[in-house]
């Protein structure tokens, strides 16, 4: 059994920033990669971004130079952290945990919301 909780969100202005945690527990032996996605009202969910165990980071094009994922492997938590948000930024924000042999777990979501 494995868990993944996120925390961080929020309602912040426009321009303002935000830090989205996301620790992942349970019978862990190791995780692959750990990311970010999001999904806004009627849209689909969509990569943000992720990182791999030894430190290799993708990110969707709308927020490169923005945010910033990081990791502690030792704490099996991953972090996003959001500058310059916008209110498209607006959406449900999952993690997910992928561990061997294409197990995949998400987590309940933590919503940001981004006023004009």
């Known amino acids: 059994q494995v868990q993944v909780v996120e925390s961080g969100g929020g309602l912040v202005q426009a321009g303002g920033s935000l830090r989205l945690s996301c620790a992942a527990s349970g019978s862990i032996v190791r995780i692959d990669a750990m990311g970010w996605y999001r999904q806004a009202p009627g849209k689909q969910r969509e990569l943000v971004a992720a990182?791999?165990?030894?430190?290799?980071?993708n990110y969707a094009d709308s927020v490169k130079g923005r945010f910033t994922i990081s990791r502690d492997n030792a704490k099996n938590t991953v972090y996003l952290q959001m500058n310059s948000l916008q209110p498209e930024d607006t959406a449900v924000y999952y993690c997910?945990?992928?561990?061997?042999?294409?197990?995949?777990?998400w987590g309940k979501g933590t919503l940001v919301t981004v006023s004009s």
């Open positions: 990182i791999t165990s030894g430190g290799s980071t």
């Open positions: 997910n945990a992928d561990l061997p042999y294409g197990m995949r777990y």
